[in-house]
Nanobody
Framework: QVQLVEAGGGLVQAGGSLRLSCAASGGTFSGVAMAWFRQAPGKEREFVAIAFWRVTATYYADSVKGRFTISRDNAKSTVYLQMSELRPEDTAVYFC???????????????????WGQGTQVTVSS
């Protein structure tokens, strides 16, 4: 059983930065990848970024490319999301997700991920 705990959300002005973290407990994470999703009020949950655990590969949603950076610390079983140049439209609850086994699903698809965190609120004021 993997438990994911996010931290680092908060209120920031447009143009500012925040760093989110997501720590996996229940032993050293040895899965395939960890990802970030977000859900804004009244909208569906959407993919933000993914970091693969055993290879150096990351992918981003077009809406955050060039502004957000995902990184991982294997020793700490933790994934980070550095968010810069934040915009009001980035306001959402951000969720961490863990993929633990190989999947043919696109990394955009939520069913690819077995474990989810509880979410952390990010609010960007204009």
């Amino acid at each position: 059983q993997v438990q994911l705990v996010e931290a680092g959300g908060g209120l920031v002005q447009a143009g500012g930065s925040l760093r989110l973290s997501c720590a996996a407990s229940g032993g050293t994470f040895s899965g395939v990848a960890m990802a970030w999703f977000r859900q804004a009020p009244g909208k569906e949950r959407e993919f933000v970024a993914i970091a693969f655990w055993r290879v150096t590969a990351t992918y981003y949603a077009d809406s955050v490319k060039g502004r957000f950076t995902i990184s991982r610390d294997n020793a700490k079983s933790t994934v980070y999301l550095q968010m810069s140049e934040l915009r009001p439209e980035d306001t959402a609850v951000y969720f961490c997700a863990a993929q633990v086994s190989a999947s043919g699903m696109s990394y955009y698809q939520q069913n690819r991920y077995k474990y989810w965190g509880q979410g952390t609120q990010v609010t960007v004021s204009s």
